[in-house]
C-alpha cells in the first residue's frame, strides 16, 4: 500500500519544491531541536541529492566523516519513493554494513523516533546468507552435533505441510543462527551450484519468501553491493527463463562507500571455474542404472578437466600477486576445447537420461545449469578474445576467474544507461575534487559532484609524520614505534607484503601483534578494539574500520597503497594513454585517503599518521602531500 509524502503538496509548488522546504525544516529545525547537531555540510548534501533527484542524475556525494551522509540521503530517499511509488534502493559495501543501518538506535530508528516517520525498510541479503532446504537435508544425514538439530528446530512447521505458504514468515538468515559458526553454515546455506529454477522445494524457500517480504517495501530496499550486482548480471538470463530479476524496479539507489562499487562488480560479473566443483557435482550423478555412454562421457570430461587444470598450474606466471597472470600454451587451448566437446556430448546424453529418470530430476536439471555456465566460461577462455583472465585462490580452492570484458562496458550499458537518480556517498570519491577516476572506472561520462570536508578539528586531533628510509630499515621503524604500546594499525598494501614484514619482524614483538589471517578478522578487531591486541597488521582494512577514541590512536601505513601488477590493471593500464597517471597515481591516492581516515572517526579522536617511504616512494612525495589532512612533520 503506498504511504503518503512526510509534507503536504500544493497546486502552487512542484513536488521538489516541497520537498526543498520540507529538508530546511527537518535540518534546520525539527532535528536541532531534539539535540540534533545542525551541519551546515549535511544540509548541502541534502539538498545536492534533491537536485540529483529532479534531473535524474549520478552523483557523487562526497562528504567527509562526521557530516551526517546516512540521514542526508534517507529523507529525499524516502519522500522519492513514496511520491514514485516504488522503493528507493540502499546497497551497502558489506552485509555488516545493512546490520549497522538497521540496528536499534541507528539513523533510521532515529528518523522514526524523532519525526514520527514511519519508514517501511526491508533487506535484501546475498543469496549465501539464506538457508538451503536442499543442502540442508543432505547436511541432515551426516551431521551429529547440535548446531544442524537447532537449525532443524526453528524451521516453520507449515514449510513441511500440505497447502498454501502464505502463513509461513520469512525465515533461515543467517542472523538467526549466531551460535552456528561460518564453517558449519556453508555446509547448509546457498551456494552457487544451487539452481533454484529448477529446485522443487523453490517455493517453501526461506530465500523466496524473504524476496517476496521486500519486494513489497514501499520506501526502502537495503542490500549489499554484491547483491545489486548479482541482480544486475542475472536479469536478463532470470527474465528470459521467466524468473523475476532478484530486485525489483526502484525509484533511486544511493551506493554506500561506493568506492567499493567497482570490487562488487567484479566478483559479480566474472565466470568462476574451480578446480575439484565439477568433479564432486558429476560424482553425485554416477547413480547405479545410469547407462554406460552417460558414464564415459561424465569420465571423459572428469579426465579432460583435471588435465585442464593441471596445464593451467603449468602455465601459471609464478608471483606473489593474489590475481596470477595466466600464459596460455597450445596444449591448454587444445585441452580447453576437449572439455568443451565433452560438455556438448555429456548434455546429449543427459536428453536420453532425463527419460529413464535414473538420475534424480533436481540433480539433473542442476548439473545441466552448472554445465551450461561452466562451458560458456570454457569458450570465452580458449577463444583469446578481449576477455581478461587469471587465477586465484578463492576460499580454498584454485579458480579460474574470466572477466568476458572490463567492467565499465558492462556497468555501463546495465546500470549508467538508465536515466534513474543515482548517488553515490562516500568520504573518499575523488581526488582533489577530481571525480574523473572513479566515474572511468565504472564506465560513467555523464554525472554531477560535490566535495564538502570533515566538520572534525584534524589540525587539534591528529599529526601525520613522513618517514625517509630504505625498504629494509621499515620494520626497525616499526618496531620503534610499537614500544610506546599505542593501539597500532598497520597498513600493507598487499597480503605479500605483510607477510613479509613478519617474517622479518622481532619473536618477541610478533608475539603482541594480530595479522590478518591468522584467525577469523572479525574477531581479532574485536580483541584490538578491546585492548586485547594493541597492534593490528592488515592489507584489508584500508577502509570500513571504524574504532572510535582510545580503541585507535596510530597508524602506520607501511607502503604507498599502488594496484598490483595483476592481470586485471594491466589490462586497466593497457587502455590507459599514461598508464601512471590515469591508473596508477589515483588509485594510489584514492587508496592513502582511505587508510587515513581510519584515524578520526568521531569528535573525541585523537592519534597519530606515520607513512613510510623507501628511496622510490619519496620520489612521488609531490603526488599525495597535498592530500594530507594536514601539513605533515
Not at 572506472?441 to 578539528?457: A, N, R, T
Request: hydrophobic share 40%; proline share 4%; aromatic share 10%.
Amino acid at each position: 500500500m503506498r504511504k503518503s509524502l512526510p509534507f503536504e503538496l500544493s497546486r502552487e509548488k512542484t513536488f521538489f519544491d516541497s520537498l526543498g522546504d520540507w529538508l530546511g525544516d527537518v535540518l534546520y529545525d525539527e532535528l536541532p531541536e531534539r539535540g540534533f547537531e545542525c551541519r551546515d555540510e549535511q544540509i548541502f548534501m541534502a539538498y545536492q541529492i534533491e537536485q540529483a533527484l529532479k534531473e535524474k542524475n549520478v552523483l557523487f556525494a562526497e562528504a567527509g566523516v562526521g557530516t551526517g551522509k546516512t540521514i542526508a540521503y534517507l529523507l529525499p530517499a524516502v519522500s522519492y519513493a513514496r511520491y514514485t511509488g516504488k522503493p528507493a534502493l540502499i546497497a551497502c559495501a558489506d552485509e555488516t554494513l545493512i546490520d549497522q543501518l538497521v540496528k536499534e538506535g541507528g539513523d533510521i530508528h532515529k528518523l522514526r523516533d524523532v519525526l514520527g516517520l514511519d519508514i517501511d525498510v526491508r533487506l535484501a541479503k546475498s543469496r549465501d546468507q539464506y538457508l538451503c532446504l536442499k543442502r540442508f537435508e543432505e547436511a541432515e544425514k551426516t551431521e551429529t552435533e547440535d548446531w544442524i538439530d537447532d537449525i532443524a528446530f526453528s524451521i516453520p512447521d507449515g514449510v513441511y505441510a500440505q497447502g498454501s505458504m502464505i502463513a509461513v514468515q520469512p525465515y533461515g538468515e543467517r542472523s538467526d543462527y549466531p551460535l552456528v559458526t561460518d564453517e558449519d553454515w556453508e555446509k547448509v546455506n546457498y551456494n552457487s551450484i544451487m539452481q533454484c529454477a529448477v529446485c522443487d522445494l523453490r517455493n517453501r524457500c526461506g530465500q523466496t519468501l524473504h524476496r517476496a517480504h521486500y519486494r513489497k517495501s514501499t520506501d526502502l530496499i537495503i542490500c549489499s553491493q554484491d547483491f545489486l550486482m548479482e541482480h544486475l548480471a542475472t536479469k536478463e538470463s532470470r527474465e528470459r527463463e521467466g524468473q523475476l530479476p532478484l530486485l525489483p524496479e526502484v525509484s533511486m539507489m544511493v551506493l554506500d562507500e561506493g568506492h567499493l562499487l567497482e570490487y562488487a562488480a567484479q566478483k559479480a560479473l566474472t565466470y568462476k571455474v574451480q578446480a575439484y566443483t565439477i568433479v564432486e557435482l558429476l560424482e553425485r550423478l554416477m547413480v547405479d542404472g545410469v547407462r554406460e555412454r552417460t558414464l564415459y562421457a561424465m569420465e571423459h570430461l572428469q579426465d579432460h578437466h583435471e588435465l585442464f587444470f593441471d596445464q593451467l598450474r603449468e602455465d601459471v606466471i609464478k608471483s606473489e600477486e593474489e590475481r596470477k597472470r595466466i600464459v596460455k600454451s597450445e596444449r591448454l587451448i587444445q585441452l580447453g576445447e576437449r572439455v568443451i566437446a565433452n560438455v556438448d556430448q555429456l548434455l546429449e546424453e543427459f536428453v536420453f537420461e532425463s527419460e529413464l529418470y535414473m538420475i534424480p530430476e533436481y540433480e539433473l536439471n542442476m548439473a545441466e545449469e552448472f554445465l551450461e555456465h561452466y562451458v560458456a566460461a570454457i569458450r570465452i577462455f580458449v577463444a583469446q578474445g578481449d576477455a581478461v583472465d587469471w587465477l586465484e585462490d578463492t576460499d580454498g580452492e584454485e579458480t579460474l576467474v574470466i572477466m568476458p570484458r572490463l567492467i565499465t562496458d558492462v556497468l555501463s550499458e546495465t546500470l549508467f544507461s538508465k536515466k534513474m537518480p543515482i548517488v553515490f556517498s562516500s568520504a573518499t570519491l575523488s581526488v582533489n575534487k577530481d571525480f574523473s577516476y572513479i566515474a572511468s572506472s565504472l564506465g560513467i561520462e555523464q554525472y554531477q559532484s560535490f566535495s564538502v570536508p570533515s566538520p572534525f578539528d584534524y589540525e587539534e586531533a591528529m599529526k601525520i609524520y613522513l618517514h625517509e628510509l630504505s625498504q629494509s630499515e621499515k620494520t626497525a621503524k616499526v618496531e620503534q614505534l610499537l614500544k610506546d604500546g599505542k593501539q597500532t594499525l598497520i597498513l600493507f598494501k598487499s597480503k605479500q607484503a605483510m607477510n613479509h614484514f613478519k617474517s622479518n619482524v622481532g619473536l618477541m614483538e610478533r608475539l603482541n601483534i594480530a595479522f590478518e589471517g591468522d584467525r577469523e578478522l572479525s574477531a581479532i578487531v574485536r580483541e584490538f578494539q578491546n585492548g586485547e591486541v594493541k597492534t593490528l597488521c592488515s592489507y584489508h582494512l584500508w577502509e570500513g574500520l571504524d574504532l572510535p577514541e582510545e580503541a585507535l590512536t596510530r597508524v602506520i601505513i607501511f607502503d604507498l597503497p599502488f594496484p598490483p601488477h595483476d592481470p586485471l590493471f594491466d589490462a586497466k593500464r593497457s587502455f590507459a594513454q599514461n598508464p601512471f597517471e590515469e591508473v596508477e597515481l589515483p588509485f594510489m591516492q584514492l587508496r592513502l585517503q582511505q587508510g587515513m581516515g581510519r584515524l578520526i572517526r568521531t569528535s573525541n579522536d585523537h592519534g597519530d599518521i606515520h607513512i613510510l617511504l623507501n628511496n622510490e616512494e619519496v620520489k612521488v612525495k609531490p603526488n599525495f602531500v597535498d592530500i594530507l589532512a594536514v601539513e605533515p612533520q
